[in-house]
Protein backbone atom coordinates (compact mmCIF):
# COMPACT_ATOMS: atom_id res chain seq x y z
CA UNK A 1 0.00 0.00 0.00
CA UNK A 2 2.04 3.14 -1.11
CA UNK A 3 1.68 6.02 1.25
CA UNK A 4 1.47 9.43 0.83
CA UNK A 5 3.64 10.45 -2.21
CA UNK A 6 5.39 14.34 -3.35
CA UNK A 7 7.33 15.38 -6.19
CA UNK A 8 9.58 16.93 -6.45
CA UNK A 9 11.97 15.90 -3.39
CA UNK A 10 13.99 19.32 -3.95
CA UNK A 11 13.54 22.37 -6.01
CA UNK A 12 15.63 25.26 -6.34
CA UNK A 13 14.27 28.63 -7.53
CA UNK A 14 14.70 32.22 -7.46
CA UNK A 15 13.05 35.17 -6.17
CA UNK A 16 10.20 36.11 -8.03
CA UNK A 17 9.55 32.51 -9.93
CA UNK A 18 6.15 30.22 -9.27
CA UNK A 19 6.73 26.92 -8.10
CA UNK A 20 4.20 23.97 -8.05
CA UNK A 21 4.53 20.85 -5.74
CA UNK A 22 2.61 18.01 -6.36
CA UNK A 23 1.09 15.42 -3.91
CA UNK A 24 -0.49 12.47 -4.23
CA UNK A 25 -2.94 10.83 -1.28
CA UNK A 26 -2.37 7.62 0.49
CA UNK A 27 -5.00 5.31 -0.94
CA UNK A 28 -8.25 5.65 0.27
CA UNK A 29 -7.74 8.87 1.38
CA UNK A 30 -10.16 11.73 0.56
CA UNK A 31 -8.69 14.57 2.07
CA UNK A 32 -5.01 16.58 1.54
CA UNK A 33 -4.00 19.31 3.67
CA UNK A 34 -0.29 21.31 3.09
CA UNK A 35 2.19 22.12 5.44
CA UNK A 36 4.83 24.55 5.48
CA UNK A 37 8.16 23.70 7.89
CA UNK A 38 10.75 26.14 8.24
CA UNK A 39 14.29 25.03 9.59
CA UNK A 40 14.43 24.01 13.52
CA UNK A 41 10.52 24.78 13.57
CA UNK A 42 7.32 22.49 13.70
CA UNK A 43 4.89 22.76 10.53
CA UNK A 44 2.59 25.50 10.22
CA UNK A 45 -0.70 24.74 8.33
CA UNK A 46 -1.54 26.44 5.01
CA UNK A 47 -4.91 24.84 3.79
CA UNK A 48 -6.71 21.53 3.55
CA UNK A 49 -8.77 20.11 0.81
CA UNK A 50 -11.60 17.87 0.49
CA UNK A 51 -13.97 17.60 -2.39
CA UNK A 52 -11.89 19.28 -4.73
CA UNK A 53 -12.50 22.46 -2.19
CA UNK A 54 -10.59 24.58 -0.13
CA UNK A 55 -11.96 24.06 3.54
CA UNK A 56 -9.78 25.97 5.55
CA UNK A 57 -6.64 27.89 4.96
CA UNK A 58 -3.97 28.94 7.24
CA UNK A 59 -2.01 32.30 7.97
CA UNK A 60 -0.90 32.47 4.49
CA UNK A 61 -1.13 35.06 1.35
CA UNK A 62 -2.58 34.54 -1.14
CA UNK A 63 0.26 33.89 -3.07
CA UNK A 64 -0.21 30.35 -1.66
CA UNK A 65 -2.74 28.43 -3.88
CA UNK A 66 -3.89 24.96 -4.59
CA UNK A 67 -5.84 22.89 -6.29
CA UNK A 68 -7.44 18.94 -5.81
CA UNK A 69 -8.55 16.66 -8.50
CA UNK A 70 -10.94 14.64 -8.89
CA UNK A 71 -8.84 11.65 -8.13
CA UNK A 72 -7.89 13.26 -4.94
CA UNK A 73 -3.96 14.33 -5.68
CA UNK A 74 -3.08 17.83 -4.95
CA UNK A 75 -1.33 20.38 -6.17
CA UNK A 76 0.30 23.51 -4.10
CA UNK A 77 1.17 26.63 -6.06
CA UNK A 78 3.44 29.53 -4.99
CA UNK A 79 3.81 32.83 -6.39
CA UNK A 80 6.61 35.27 -6.69
CA UNK A 81 8.41 33.78 -4.80
CA UNK A 82 10.46 34.88 -1.51
CA UNK A 83 13.69 34.13 0.18
CA UNK A 84 11.55 33.38 3.38
CA UNK A 85 9.03 31.01 1.46
CA UNK A 86 11.90 28.26 1.71
CA UNK A 87 10.94 25.80 3.84
CA UNK A 88 10.46 22.07 3.80
CA UNK A 89 6.90 21.35 2.25
CA UNK A 90 4.82 18.80 3.72
CA UNK A 91 1.48 16.96 2.21
CA UNK A 92 -0.54 14.86 4.27
CA UNK A 93 -3.81 13.39 3.93
CA UNK A 94 -6.64 11.37 6.00
CA UNK A 95 -9.38 9.29 4.94
CA UNK A 96 -12.21 11.37 5.63
CA UNK A 97 -13.98 14.06 8.33
CA UNK A 98 -14.36 10.88 10.63
CA UNK A 99 -11.02 10.88 11.39
CA UNK A 100 -10.01 14.24 10.24
CA UNK A 101 -6.88 14.77 12.96
CA UNK A 102 -5.09 11.63 12.22
CA UNK A 103 -3.22 12.60 9.14
CA UNK A 104 -0.19 10.41 7.06
CA UNK A 105 2.45 12.74 5.92
CA UNK A 106 4.63 12.68 2.47
CA UNK A 107 8.53 13.08 2.85
CA UNK A 108 8.47 16.52 1.85
CA UNK A 109 9.53 18.94 -1.14
CA UNK A 110 12.48 20.61 0.47
CA UNK A 111 11.75 24.56 -1.58
CA UNK A 112 15.21 26.43 -1.72
CA UNK A 113 14.96 29.92 -2.88
CA UNK A 114 18.06 31.97 -3.84
CA UNK B 1 -8.34 25.95 21.11
CA UNK B 2 -6.43 24.24 24.42
CA UNK B 3 -2.49 25.13 24.36
CA UNK B 4 -0.17 21.83 25.34
CA UNK B 5 3.14 22.27 27.09
CA UNK B 6 6.22 19.77 26.74
CA UNK B 7 9.90 19.77 27.93
CA UNK B 8 11.79 20.40 24.99
CA UNK B 9 14.12 17.30 25.55
CA UNK B 10 14.69 14.06 27.45
CA UNK B 11 17.06 11.40 27.48
CA UNK B 12 16.01 7.48 27.31
CA UNK B 13 18.80 4.61 27.55
CA UNK B 14 18.30 1.98 24.86
CA UNK B 15 15.54 -0.97 26.00
CA UNK B 16 13.88 1.15 28.36
CA UNK B 17 9.96 3.11 28.24
CA UNK B 18 10.29 6.27 26.99
CA UNK B 19 7.43 8.38 28.97
CA UNK B 20 6.92 11.52 27.58
CA UNK B 21 4.72 14.24 29.49
CA UNK B 22 2.44 17.00 27.75
CA UNK B 23 0.33 19.41 30.09
CA UNK B 24 -2.65 20.46 28.66
CA UNK B 25 -4.49 22.40 31.29
CA UNK B 26 -7.39 23.96 29.49
CA UNK B 27 -8.45 21.07 27.82
CA UNK B 28 -12.20 20.99 27.07
CA UNK B 29 -14.33 18.50 26.73
CA UNK B 30 -15.01 17.71 23.50
CA UNK B 31 -10.89 18.32 22.75
CA UNK B 32 -8.85 15.19 21.82
CA UNK B 33 -5.17 14.70 22.88
CA UNK B 34 -3.46 13.43 19.66
CA UNK B 35 0.53 12.28 19.45
CA UNK B 36 2.97 12.79 16.37
CA UNK B 37 6.51 12.30 15.49
CA UNK B 38 9.37 13.31 13.03
CA UNK B 39 12.29 11.94 12.32
CA UNK B 40 14.97 13.60 11.28
CA UNK B 41 14.73 15.31 7.29
CA UNK B 42 11.03 13.07 7.45
CA UNK B 43 7.70 13.60 7.67
CA UNK B 44 5.73 13.79 10.93
CA UNK B 45 4.21 10.23 11.16
CA UNK B 46 0.90 9.59 13.88
CA UNK B 47 0.80 7.67 16.37
CA UNK B 48 -2.03 7.59 18.62
CA UNK B 49 -4.50 9.43 20.01
CA UNK B 50 -7.01 9.87 22.99
CA UNK B 51 -10.35 10.93 24.67
CA UNK B 52 -10.40 10.40 28.37
CA UNK B 53 -9.80 6.88 28.25
CA UNK B 54 -6.04 5.06 28.29
CA UNK B 55 -4.76 3.82 24.69
CA UNK B 56 -2.69 1.34 23.03
CA UNK B 57 -1.41 0.68 20.09
CA UNK B 58 1.37 -1.00 18.33
CA UNK B 59 3.21 1.74 18.07
CA UNK B 60 3.15 2.90 21.82
CA UNK B 61 0.33 3.35 24.90
CA UNK B 62 -1.56 7.00 25.77
CA UNK B 63 -2.53 7.67 29.46
CA UNK B 64 -4.64 10.54 30.10
CA UNK B 65 -5.39 11.26 33.73
CA UNK B 66 -8.31 11.60 35.23
CA UNK B 67 -9.08 15.63 35.39
CA UNK B 68 -7.60 15.10 31.22
CA UNK B 69 -5.05 18.24 31.76
CA UNK B 70 -2.49 16.58 31.06
CA UNK B 71 -1.26 12.76 29.33
CA UNK B 72 1.68 10.45 28.87
CA UNK B 73 2.88 9.02 25.98
CA UNK B 74 4.69 5.27 26.60
CA UNK B 75 7.20 4.13 24.70
CA UNK B 76 7.79 0.93 25.98
CA UNK B 77 10.40 -0.20 24.60
CA UNK B 78 12.55 2.59 22.88
CA UNK B 79 15.22 1.54 20.26
CA UNK B 80 17.34 4.15 18.38
CA UNK B 81 15.34 4.50 15.98
CA UNK B 82 12.58 6.42 18.42
CA UNK B 83 15.09 9.11 18.13
CA UNK B 84 12.67 12.18 17.20
CA UNK B 85 10.68 15.16 17.75
CA UNK B 86 7.54 14.25 19.65
CA UNK B 87 5.01 16.56 19.61
CA UNK B 88 1.42 16.29 21.62
CA UNK B 89 -0.98 18.56 19.73
CA UNK B 90 -5.17 19.36 21.35
CA UNK B 91 -8.05 18.95 18.60
CA UNK B 92 -11.59 19.22 18.82
CA UNK B 93 -13.65 17.02 17.00
CA UNK B 94 -17.19 17.77 15.60
CA UNK B 95 -19.18 19.33 13.26
CA UNK B 96 -17.05 21.71 11.09
CA UNK B 97 -13.62 20.64 11.90
CA UNK B 98 -10.84 20.58 9.54
CA UNK B 99 -7.80 18.56 10.62
CA UNK B 100 -5.37 21.49 11.05
CA UNK B 101 -3.06 20.34 13.25
CA UNK B 102 -1.37 23.20 14.94
CA UNK B 103 2.57 21.97 15.79
CA UNK B 104 4.31 23.08 18.81
CA UNK B 105 7.67 22.93 19.78
CA UNK B 106 7.49 19.42 20.91
CA UNK B 107 10.23 17.10 22.92
CA UNK B 108 13.19 16.01 21.02
CA UNK B 109 13.51 12.42 22.41
CA UNK B 110 17.24 11.13 22.28
CA UNK B 111 17.16 7.75 22.76
CA UNK B 112 20.95 6.40 23.48
CA UNK B 113 22.75 2.97 23.48
Known amino acids: DAGVTQSPTHLIKTRGQQVTLRCSPK?????VSWYQQALGQGPQFIFQYYEEEERQRGNFPDRFSGHQFPNYSSELNVNALLLGDSALYLC?????????????FGPGTRLTVT | DAKTTQPPSMDCAEGRAANLPCNHSTISGNEYVYWYRQIHSQGPQYIIHGLKNNETNEMASLIITEDRKSSTLILPHATLRDTAVYYC??????????????FGQGTTLQVKP
Open chain 1, 92 to 104: ASSPGISRPYEQY
Open chain 1, 27 to 31: SGHDT
Open chain 2, 89 to 102: IVREHGSGNTGKLI
